[in-house]
């Protein structure tokens, strides 16, 4: 099998309804360990962004520090799609009414990235902006429109 060039970023972010401290979001905290171990173990998976905890829940990259962001690499579209949509990932992804305020903009993007480059938060919310304002390009995109790199 070749050796993929490139590899696809993600970012996403969502708005806290509460604090991570507030009851109201154990439901959420308390599996967070259990997605990312399950991330991590994903075919296709190559990084994620976190901190000494372990998660990317306490990184701030936006002034609102209601919003929690999440950021990883992995090898194809298709390997994220499966970990998103067809793993225990989509057990929390029904639940998030209940923690998340809803976006009107949005709140997650895709983009390519050299095999090997660890994407930083700066990168990333370039690329979410490109997004929002452009709409799905080469540079950002989103599922729908996954425009491929070899």
């Not at 991570?20 to 979001?25: G, I």
């Not at 903009?105 to 700066?122: D, E, I, K, M």
């Amino acid at each position: 099998m070749k050796k993929k060039n490139y590899h696809l970023a993600q970012l996403n972010i969502a708005k806290m309804k509460y604090p991570l401290e507030d009851e109201r979001m154990a439901g959420f905290v308390n599996r967070l360990d259990e997605i990312n171990a399950l991330a991590e173990a994903s075919d296709g998976f190559v990084w994620r962004l976190k901190d000494e905890t372990g998660n990317a829940t306490n990184i701030s990259a936006f002034p609102d520090q209601s919003l929690i962001i999440n950021m990883s690499v992995w090898e194809s579209p298709e390997h994220l799609r499966d970990y998103v949509y067809k793993s225990a990932h989509v057990e929390v992804m029904r639940m998030r009414k209940e923690w998340f305020h809803l976006m009107k903009n949005a709140y997650y993007v895709l983009w390519w990235v050299p095999a090997g480059h660890t994407p930083t938060l700066g990168e990333a919310r370039e690329k979410l902006k490109l997004l929002r304002e452009n709409g799905p390009t080469e540079e950002a995109f989103d599922f729908k429109t996954v425009f491929e790199k070899v």
